[in-house]
């Protein structure tokens, strides 16, 4: 990851940057020069990160905010923090993620992964929106993944309040990335300001030991690759020259592919905005 171009004077905000992929991409960014926001839940487990990336990467100018991203008033609160350290914006990576194993609701009363995998980034995005685009040419990331694949949106029970299977609950969310990727896009047209998901690839992290549903040690958890290598594409998309123009478009593996065939139907994707509005007290907008 060292062949990354260099990010000197650039912000970078990355959610879930405390483990995992998340994690991975702020060091990355750190080694080649930027200035990184990391945003993680537990601040004993966030400072530790903090401080092991400064060691590693030798970069003094990454910084730790706290959020819950399970709770709008958290994300809100976390936005107005960054907003008072920070003028400018230039690379939002939403990445942070959560499979329970059960149904669980937030404090805001939403069904738990889709408030964390969906609504925190649609929230967290719109909040700093202002930012980007006074920042422009500014990217946004979604991770999202394949299992988006074969889902569908439920919008006569967007909270799964029947049938709560995590996996098939997961694929619902990462579908609802990849549709709200698509309409940022189309709404962000002549901002200066793009947006792309992508699918980090069969990452062994906890998320996905909580997919698969394994409970035993992690030395003995499922096959997949290192977290270095989930943030491969996450980075590609947050410096690579040649992308500055480009949006909307999903990526595998540093490359362009094609998303499920629902994930392109504008219609599902206006709908989902506008309940995502809806359900975060944001306005509702065409």
């Known amino acids: 990851m060292t062949d990354l171009p260099h990010m000197n004077g650039k912000i970078c905000m990355v959610t879930g940057a405390n483990a995992g992929i998340g994690q991975a991409v702020a060091r990355g960014l750190a080694a080649v020069g930027a200035t990184v926001v ?3 839940r537990n601040r004993q487990r966030g400072e530790e990160a903090l401080d092991q990336l400064k060691v590693e990467t030798g970069n003094d100018a990454v910084h730790l905010l706290l959020a819950d991203l399970s709770s709008q008033q958290s994300i809100r609160e976390m936005v107005t923090n960054f907003k008072a350290l920070f003028s400018r914006l230039d690379v939002l990576i939403n990445n942070a993620g959560t499979i329970p194993s059960q149904r669980m609701t937030t404090v805001d009363g939403l069904e738990m992964q889709f408030a964390v995998n969906h609504l925190s980034y649609f929230l967290l995005t719109n909040l700093l929106l202002d930012t980007l685009k006074r920042s422009a040419p500014s990217r946004i990331i979604n991770v999202t993944s394949q299992a988006h694949q074969g889902a569908t949106i439920h919008f006569d029970d967007l909270q799964t309040e029947q049938n709560y299977t ?3 609950v997961y694929a619902r969310t990462k579908l609802a990335n990849v549709l709200f990727t698509y ?3 189309r709404r962000l047209e002549g901002t200066g300001v793009t947006v792309n998901c992508l699918h980090p690839g069969v990452i062994a ?9 394994h409970t035993g040690p992690l030395d003995k958890r499922p096959a997949g690759d290192s977290p270095e290598k989930g943030a491969e594409t996450p980075l590609y998309l947050a410096t ?3 992308l500055a123009d480009v949006t909307g478009k999903y990526f595998v593996k540093k490359q362009q592919a094609k998303s499920s065939g629902v994930s392109y139907n504008g219609e599902i ?3 989902l ?3 995502s509005a809806e359900l975060t007290g944001l306005p509702v907008t065409t």
């Open 183 to 185: 309409e940022l896009a």
């Open 166 to 168: 995590p996996s098939r």
């Open 205 to 213: 992290t906890k998320l996905a030991q909580n997919y698969t549903g």
């Open 273 to 275: 905005w506008n309940v």
């Open 240 to 242: 690579a020259p040649e």
């Open 38 to 40: 990391m945003v993680a």
């Open 269 to 271: 994707a206006q709908r």
